[in-house]
Structures are given as structure tokens and as C-alpha cells.
């Protein structure tokens, strides 16, 4: 389940920035037009700003995809290191998520005596 939950915030992420990076270029297009038509070599007739906004939507895709992924990196990256460090010390989690506490082999706990 939780790499359906990070795939979700992937995307989720990527259509985000993909929408801002649309406005931003949208935007940019209205104030000065001769920059985005000089910046993205358009050739093709029709609206600048529709164009624009197009342009804009794939560069936020790109570049909220690789975000995305880079901050969902760091957090896999911490946990990971959050277990390694619990295992250190002797503690850790079972599969089903509890939390469970090291004990050697043949060592029973004082409740079963």
C-alpha cells in the first residue's frame, strides 16, 4: 500500500506542477511575448499564449516529476536509516507493522514462567 500512496503523491506532484507551470508560462507569454517567442523558436501560427501554456505544462511535468521523486528519495532514504539504526539497538518491527523487542534464542520472557 505505500507504494501505491508515493506513486499517487508522484503524480499528484507532477499534474500540479504541470498546471502552475502552465499559468507561469501563460503569464509570461501576456507581459512579453517577444521573449516566449524567441525563447521557445516557434515557427507555427496561432495563439502565443496557448502555445505558451503548452510549453509550460510539459517543462512543470518534467520538472514536478523529478521533484516529486527526489523528495519521496529523501524520505525512503530516512527510513531506511531509521531501521538500520533500530536494528542496531536491538529493536525492530515484525511484518505485519507491530513494534517488537530483540531477544536472543532460548530466552523466554518472565510472563510464560
Not at 504541470?18 to 521557445?40: D, H, K, N, Q, T
Not at 516557434?42 to 527526489?70: E, K
Request: with cysteine; net charge positive; proline share 2%.
Amino acid at each position: 500500500m505505500t507504494f501505491l500512496r508515493y506513486f499517487v503523491y508522484i503524480v499528484g506532484g507532477a499534474l500540479a506542477s504541470s498546471a502552475v507551470g502552465g499559468i507561469f508560462a501563460c503569464v509570461v507569454a501576456l507581459i512579453s511575448p517577444e521573449f516566449v517567442g524567441s525563447l521557445f523558436g516557434r515557427n507555427a501560427g496561432g495563439s502565443l499564449v496557448r502555445y505558451a501554456a503548452g510549453v509550460g505544462m510539459i517543462w512543470g511535468i518534467f520538472l514536478g516529476t523529478a521533484a516529486m521523486g527526489f523528495s519521496l528519495l529523501l524520505v525512503t532514504l530516512l527510513q531506511i536509516a531509521r531501521v538500520i539504526r533500530k536494528k542496531g539497538r536491538g529493536e525492530g518491527y515484525s511484518l505485519n507493522g507491530t513494534r517488537r523487542s530483540h531477544q536472543p534464542l532460548g530466552v523466554a520472557d518472565s510472563a510464560s514462567r
